[in-house]
Every structure is written in structure tokens, then in C-alpha cells.
């Protein structure tokens, strides 16, 4: 018999991938899901952006990359950086990876170790802690409710810090949520993380240009933190390039290198083509970028307005990503035909099977009481799908 490994054990299958799989799985039964649970732009990628990988494939990008990948890509970030963020890196200090899912992984594999800690502001991106736990680090959650809109207060961070506390994982506008820390708040939580010099801090900024807010604020602004900041960005979101695969990080010397090395050994570069589109992406026009955050803000407005309709739900205003988190604990312990709702996942799978709509209960995200709904999808299904959610949740018990 075939024993898996303890690390592969240990793991939770990701939870938002697992709805979407189920929706899937009723839809080729002829079942009409409107599917909310998939956190993706529903945006056709830019087409000079898709000229530029088929540029690159008749100009022959089809040789092993540098692992870091290609530095004319590397030089696009870091002109990015410096253009968008007023944030001052060299091309060494990028790393160009499949993904910021790897990027993320990448730098706990390269920073974190057995016995330590990694603080996770909860709610979290469900596979932050599992990270952790490949890195063989312990989780220290922090959780904020939505009555403080999701987002940790530097009181809370100080009392989580111990002498193992190695990083601090924060993002910025949120997956699950779509909360957004303002400048001042990320100052408070910086003073704190600058009296503890060994703590690593990182950034996931991959929503940085979904946000309703104005201009996105990174914690690596910050004098006194700066050297101990790993941003994680990429072009999934803004552009709408989320198979693509291709994420980045802009790190700290030690730390990019590590990476680098971690990197060389289990996948080298991410994709040729994907990266010569991402340059194409950084350097080209970036007025896509405002289209689709229009769209979404549009949305945003839509889901608040239909689901603050919604007796029981406790909803707030999201200012960034195109999340919508609404606190469902008014029909926990609830019931359909004699079954008990005892958490968000039996909710999310109730309002799948009864109401035929996909969105991820808050169990995965370390919210029990709250259901995830992604709002990138066009209008109209927004409406019907929060209709079908309104009656499904009437007839509970």
C-alpha cells in the first residue's frame, strides 16, 4: 500500500479550487451554476499583450530562461516599481516565478524553518497557512473580525510577536476580503515590526491595482522596515492574465537569492512567453488596468447593495480586490430537510446544491462565520446569483 509523505498529509486541499471543481462537476449535469467562488477577472487578457507572446513565439523565446527570468523583464519590474510605488530595486532583486502562489511559497521555503512562527492576519488566502506548514513553520493567527473591517490593529500584531516570530504575512488589498490597510494604519503596524528586526514581512500586493481607494499604499514605503520587506506581485489580477502564470517578487539581496536557488532547483524560470507578455504588460499602455478596475468597482457597489438586502447578513464595504466577505453567523446552526448547517462550508454547499451558486465558505479562510463570494463576473449574473442566495437563505429553519 502507498503511504504518502507526512508533508502531503498534513496539507488541506485548497478549498476555493474544490468549489469550483463542484460547480463544474453540476454544471456537466445540465445544472445552470452561477459560479462566484473563482477569484479571477472574467476580462479576456489585453490583446497587445497577447501580440507580444505571439511575437515572441515566431522570434523563437523558446530556450531555457535565466531562472530569475529574463532580465529585460526583471529591468520592466523594477521601472514598475520606481514608476508606480516610488520604490528603488536593482534586477537582482527580482525574482520572476509560476505565479505569486510560487513567489509566496518560495520565500517561506527560503526564510522559514521547524520551530518558527509566521504570523497570518485571519481572515487569510487559504493556502498562506499551508505554506507554513510545508516550510515545517507554525501558524500564529490573528484574527480580525468585520467589525473592524478585517484588518489587524498593531496591538494585535505586537501581542502575537515572540522570540520565534520569523515573518509576518500581509495582504494588501485582501484575498478574501477585498480590505484595504491606508497608509496610516500599515505605519502603525510598521512602527511595531521595526522594534523586532529579525521579523520578515511579506507583502502580497497582487491586487495592488484593484482597489477603490486611490493610490495603493506598500508597506515596504517605510524607512525603518524597508530591508526586511519581500513584495509578491504579478500580472494575474490587473491584467487579467491569471493562467499565464507569472508571478514576481522584489526582495531583499539574501533573500532573492535564496529564492533564486530554491527556484533553480525544482522548476527553474516560469515561461518564456509568459514572460515576454508580462513585459509587454509593465511597459505598454496601462489604461486596461483602469477599465477593468471601473468594472469592478461597479460591481462592488452591486454586490454591497444586493446583499445588504439580505436579512441576516452582516456586510461591510470593500475598498479593493472583487471579494465580497459578508458575515453569515445569523444562519449557522440553521437547517435544510432536517440537516444541520454547522459552519460556513455546509452553508457554501447549501446554497450550491439548493441555490445553484458556487462561493467558498469562510471555514478555509479562517473565518467560520463568513462565505466568500468573488464579484468577477458580469452584472446581470451578479443579480440573479444574489437573488437564488436571498431565497435559498429564506427557507432555512
Not at 500564529?140 to 522570540?163: C, N, R, S, Y
Not at 506598500?218 to 530591508?227: G, L, T, V, Y
Not at 515561461?271 to 507578455?277: G, R, T
Request: contains cysteine; proline residues 5%; charged residues 20%.
Amino acid at each position: 500500500m502507498s503511504q504518502v509523505s507526512e508533508r502531503i498529509a498534513a496539507l488541506s486541499p485548497s478549498e476555493t479550487l474544490a468549489m469550483s471543481q463542484k460547480s463544474n462537476e453540476l454544471k456537466e449535469q445540465g445544472i445552470d451554476v452561477i459560479n462566484l467562488s473563482v477569484g479571477e477577472p472574467d476580462f479576456f487578457t489585453p490583446d497587445f499583450i497577447k501580440e507580444a507572446a505571439k511575437k515572441a513565439v515566431d522570434e523563437n523565446f523558446s530556450f531555457y530562461a535565466p531562472v530569475p527570468g529574463y532580465l529585460s523583464l526583471r529591468k520592466a519590474i523594477v521601472a514598475k516599481l520606481k514608476r508606480e510605488n516610488k520604490l528603488d530595486y536593482k534586477p537582482e532583486q527580482i525574482v520572476c516565478s509560476n505565479g505569486a502562489k510560487q513567489s509566496v511559497c518560495n520565500v517561506l521555503l527560503a526564510v522559514v524553518g521547524p520551530g518558527d512562527e509566521v504570523i497570518v492576519p485571519a481572515p487569510y488566502w487559504v493556502s498562506y497557512v499551508e505554506m507554513v506548514k510545508l516550510a515545517e513553520g507554525t501558524n500564529v493567527i490573528v484574527t480580525a473580525g468585520i467589525e473592524q473591517d478585517f484588518k489587524i490593529t498593531p496591538a494585535q500584531l505586537e501581542a502575537a510577536i515572540t522570540p520565534r516570530t520569523k515573518a509576518l504575512i500581509l495582504c494588501s488589498p485582501s484575498n478574501p476580503t477585498g480590505s484595504v490597510y491606508s497608509k496610516e494604519e500599515l505605519k502603525g503596524l510598521a512602527d511595531v515590526l521595526a522594534k523586532y528586526p529579525n521579523i520578515i514581512i511579506i507583502a502580497d500586493e497582487i491586487y495592488e491595482h484593484i482597489n477603490y481607494v486611490g493610490q495603493h499604499e506598500s508597506i515596504a514605503r517605510f524607512e525603518n522596515i524597508r530591508e526586511r520587506v519581500v513584495i509578491v506581485n504579478g500580472v494575474s489580477k490587473a491584467y487579467a492574465m491569471t493562467g499565464w502564470r507569472l508571478g514576481w517578487i522584489a526582495a531583499p539581496q539574501w533573500i532573492a537569492s535564496a529564492c533564486n536557488k530554491l527556484q533553480g532547483q525544482y522548476t527553474s524560470s516560469p515561461s518564456n512567453i509568459a514572460q515576454k507578455a508580462a513585459e509587454a504588460a509593465y511597459l505598454g499602455s496601462q489604461d486596461c488596468i483602469e477599465t477593468m478596475r471601473q468594472a469592478f468597482e461597479r460591481r462592488r457597489n452591486l454586490m454591497v447593495k444586493l446583499a445588504s438586502d439580505i436579512p441576516g447578513l452582516k456586510v461591510n464595504q470593500p475598498n479593493g480586490a472583487f471579494y465580497l466577505f459578508p458575515d453569515c453567523s445569523a444562519y449557522i446552526g440553521k437547517s435544510f430537510n432536517g440537516k444541520v448547517l454547522a459552519n460556513s462550508a455546509d452553508l457554501a454547499m447549501y446554497l450550491l446544491e439548493e441555490g445553484h451558486v458556487a462561493a467558498v465558505g469562510g471555514l478555509a479562510f479562517g473565518a467560520p462565520n463568513c462565505v466568500r463570494f468573488s464579484y468577477a463576473t458580469a452584472d446581470e449574473k451578479l443579480v440573479e446569483a444574489m437573488s437564488r442566495v436571498k431565497k435559498a437563505l429564506a427557507v432555512l429553519e
